[in-house]
Antibody, heavy 124, light 107 residues
Framework: EVQLVESGGGLVQPGGSLRLSCAAS????????MDWVRQAPGKGLEWVGR??????????EYAASVKGRFTIFRDDSENSLYVQMNSLKTEDTAVYYC???????????????WGQGTLVTVSS | DIQMTQSPSSLSASVGDRVTITCRAS??????LAWFQQKPGKAPKSLIY???SLQSGVPSKFSGSGSGTDFTLTISSLQPEDFATYYC?????????FGGGTKVEIK
């Protein structure tokens, strides 16, 4: 059974840093594309970024709102995905979810399994 | 960036009703469209990918259709467990973007 468990959320001041973790089980992390998606309180879903799999050299993509401030990386030996968040802003306050992405027949990737999320609050 | 517009933003319906939610993309995305269900305080649940393919374990009362720019999600007979917020999302290109959501409430 696929399981994704996020951790590392909490309260951080504007300008601060935080690292979130996503512990994966039930599948081989290195084979999978992995994404972070966030949801501000009372708002909709926003894609944060993607880590491609080992076969695609773990390359990454980011939303413009976080590019240059967030870094997605993974430790396949620990079966974990991470996002390092620097220069945090109040508008980064959200529940952060990790999700697996599955390849379709045409090489596009769609979301499959989701974790339960971890709350990040950026406030002074 | 491709903008995804859902309508309506909310609707009230009764148990047993047939419900249809619309999602429009600002440019053509072929069939690279997914639908998600989210209940309060919970993570999203993947329902449909490739516009019309059901994720494993999703009941057949859910169906999706469309291609290009216009898509629909239909729930054939609304049940109490279906009251939730539904989101569409394109995965045609980066950045991936979601619609604003449709909240389905009990009438």
């Amino acid at each position: 059974e696929v399981q994704l468990v996020e951790s590392g959320g909490g309260l951080v001041q504007p300008g601060g840093s935080l690292r979130l973790s996503c512990a994966a089980s039930g599948f081989t992390l290195s084979d999978h594309y992995m994404d972070w998606v966030r949801q501000a309180p009372g708002k909709g879903l926003e894609w944060v970024g993607r880590s491609r799999n080992k076969a695609n050299s773990y390359t990454t993509e980011y939303a413009a709102s976080v590019k240059g401030r967030f870094t997605i990386f993974r430790d396949d030996s620990e079966n974990s995905l991470y996002v390092q968040m620097n220069s945090l802003k109040t508008e980064d306050t959200a529940v952060y979810y990790c999700a697996t992405a599955v390849r379709d027949n045409n090489g596009h990737y769609y979301f499959d399994h989701w974790g339960q999320g971890t709350l990040v609050t950026v406030s002074s | 960036d491709i903008q995804m517009t859902q309508s309506p933003s909310s609707l009230s319906a009764s148990v047993g009703d047939r419900v249809t939610i619309t999602c429009r993309a600002s440019q053509g995305i072929s069939y690279y469209l997914a639908w998600f269900q989210q209940k309060p305080g919970k993570a999203p649940k993947s329902l449909i990918y490739a516009a019309s393919s059901l994720q494993s374990g999703v009941p057949s009362k859910f169906s999706g259709s469309g291609s290009g720019t216009d898509f629909t999600l239909t729930i054939s007979s609304l049940q109490p467990e279906d009251f939730a917020t539904y989101y569409c999302q394109h995965y045609n290109s980066y950045p991936l973007t979601f619609g604003g959501g449709t909240k389905v409430e009990i009438k």
